[in-house]
């Protein structure tokens, strides 16, 4: 089985795996539509993560990473992924590597997406609405912030030269909104992070 990160499994994958793959899937967007009232917002004060939703532009792409479970582990990742994916819908979609010279690698795999019908949904909103509940939104796993800015991190190093103008805009919002209360984003270090690639 190959379950495909792109949020917070970057970083935090919570199940074995054998091997992780860059690379991406077509006609999806990533957006910071999804609320979180217990791992990076409250009751009440949700923050936002990212989920994925089918893009107008079937040539869309979102960047992230396959990862291999052995069979041994298919049951026991599954559980852990629907316990921790709640309010998302498992589909199966293609996979295409990056490093994939020839062109014909394609790999069929889960991939989380938006359940637009769950209380957790918030959908879409100005960039700069959502940028102010990102800064101001903290829970059980730390603050929305620091979320925000791991992804940005592991687009980075991950997929050098490809942009995710989404991804690229929030963080000018949310950089403009600390420079005007005067507050440095250095508390957000990212760079220690646990690599996926092996």
């Known amino acids: 089985m190959y379950v495909f990160g792109y949020g917070s499994l970057l970083w ?10 860059p690379g991406y899937v077509k006609g999806f967007k990533r957006r910071f539509w999804q609320g979180s009232e217990d791992h990076r917002g409250e009751p009440g004060r949700p923050g936002r993560v990212v989920s994925v939703f089918e ?18 582990n298919v049951e026991s990742v599954k559980q852990n992924l629907n316990e921790r994916e709640t309010g998302y819908i ?10 994939n010279p020839d062109g014909d690698t394609r790999i069929e795999l889960n991939l989380f997406i938006a359940n637009e ?26 603050p929305n912030m620091e979320y925000l800015m791991k992804l940005i991190w592991c687009n980075r190093k991950l997929f050098p030269g ?27 270090k990212y760079e220690n992070l646990h690599w996926p690639i092996k």
């Open 55 to 72: 893009s107008e532009d079937r040539e869309e792409k979102v960047l992230g990473i396959a990862f291999r479970i052995h069979e041994d």
């Open 90 to 99: 498992s589909v199966q979609t293609t996979f295409y590597p990056l490093h």
């Open 12 to 21: 935090k994958q919570g199940f074995p795996y054998e091997e992780a793959i």
């Open 117 to 142: 019908n769950v209380d957790t949904y918030l959908g879409p909103a100005p960039l700069e609405d959502i940028a102010w509940q990102i800064y101001h939104s903290h829970g059980m796993c730390g």
């Open 162 to 188: 490809n942009h995710d103008n989404h991804l690229n805009n929030l963080e000018e919002e949310v950089n403009e909104i600390a420079k005007r209360k005067g507050e440095s984003l250095e508390k957000y």
